[in-house]
């Protein structure tokens, strides 16, 4: 063999060794790139497992929705009519005359006290579930602190049944008025 054949020879030899690392370089990135595509296609996979759950999110809120409006449409019509039946009630009570105000009481009378006492256990004995202590003083301008908070109470609580009343199913006739003064 001659110099020039052993130079061609010891050429290829290196062009294959390049060659071969060039192939080695190309199949580590191709694999990087296959795992990456199956990275990348779990990711869409689980976007779409995502995106299915945001839609059946919506639509449950939406339903919700649309079930709270038709409840608060329902509330309101009925808040309507039992307004006008109210208004009806009002219009067709029979209101007495009120008799000549009764003189005024000084703290001291007994008289007073026992008459007081008699009208607040008959307004007990007619609203049981909204009875009231007796107060001292025989004007409001008179009553105590304690007194004053008792009956801010009292008025609290008679409001919050008279707006817990308003949706009772129940119907509303002349002969159940509760709080009508008689």
């Not at 689980?46 to 929705?65: F, M, S």
């Amino acid at each position: 063999m001659s110099l020039i054949g052993l130079a061609m020879n010891a050429l290829l030899a290196m062009l294959l060794l390049a060659a071969l690392m060039m192939g080695w370089r190309l199949n580590r990135r191709l694999k990087a790139l296959r795992d990456s595509h199956d990275g990348f296609a779990a990711a869409v996979t689980d976007l779409n497992a995502a995106a299915a759950r945001a839609e059946q999110g919506l639509a449950d809120l939406r339903a919700a929705t649309d079930e709270a409006v038709d409840l608060l449409a329902d509330r309101i019509d009925k808040g309507r009519s039992l307004a006008i039946k109210l208004e009806r009630l009002v219009e067709h009570a029979n209101v007495p005359q009120r008799a000549a105000p009764a003189p005024a009481a000084t703290p001291d009378d007994p008289v007073a006290e026992r008459r007081l006492g008699a009208l607040l256990a008959a307004a007990r004995e007619m609203r049981p579930e909204r009875t009231m202590p007796p107060l001292r003083a025989a004007t409001p301008d008179r009553a105590t602190a304690s007194e004053r908070s008792v009956l801010e109470r009292q008025i609290a609580r008679a409001r919050r049944l008279a707006e817990d009343d308003l949706f009772d199913d129940e119907p509303l006739t002349l002969d159940d008025v509760r709080g009508a003064r008689r």
